[in-house]
């Protein structure tokens, strides 16, 4: 991580979600079922990951979409992004006391690790070849100030 005077890229910005997603989705897999600390982390992983979805695909995959070579790697993360939504959709319909609740949270989660990872392994270095040094910097801004307005909304 930078340190303090340096102004993160927009790799390291999207990389504070990540790790934020990756501790919810521990929590949500160590949590009892049907326990209010289980609806807890479940809410804000929701909420986490709606929140980050929207402000990567506003500040960083439509951007990229501007570049021939980076359209396959935007089209799949944002297909994969609906993919966890829908996931996300259906836990909400599933009863917490059944045994699908869990199975479907273990789904989420590892569809939601496979994603990170592919993103920090494989899209991220090829954004990296196509985006300006500048750019890195400015989307980096707009994805923080994106991503904090849309949870304030979230709050409110
Ligand atoms: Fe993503």
């Keep these: 991580m930078p340190g303090m005077d340096q102004p993160m890229n927009i790799f390291q910005a999207l990389l504070v979600s990540h790790r934020t997603q ?7 897999l160590e949590a009892k079922p049907a ?3 289980c609806q ?4 804000e992983l929701k909420a986490e990951l709606a929140a980050h979805e929207t402000a990567e695909e506003r500040c960083f995959y439509v951007p990229l ?8 790697l935007s089209r799949h993360g944002i297909a994969e992004h609906h993919e966890m939504d829908e996931m996300v ?3 909400e319909e599933v009863d917490p006391h059944a045994a699908e609740w869990q199975e479907c949270c273990r789904k ?6 496979h994603h990170l990872t592919e993103e920090e392994q494989k899209f991220f270095p ?3 070849e196509v985006l300006t040094e500048e750019q890195k910097l400015s989307l980096a ?9 849309l949870r304030i909304k979230q709050e409110a």
């Design 65 to 72: 979409m501007q570049h021939d070579e980076a359209m396959d």
């Design 22 to 28: 990756r501790e919810l989705s521990a929590r949500l």
């Design 89 to 91: 959709e259906h836990l």
């Design 40 to 43: 807890r982390v479940f809410e």
């Design 126 to 128: 090829q954004a990296g």
């Design 35 to 37: 326990t209010d600390e």
């Design 108 to 113: 989420l989660c590892a569809k939601i690790e």
């Design 141 to 149: 801004r707009d994805y923080e100030a994106e991503f904090t307005t």
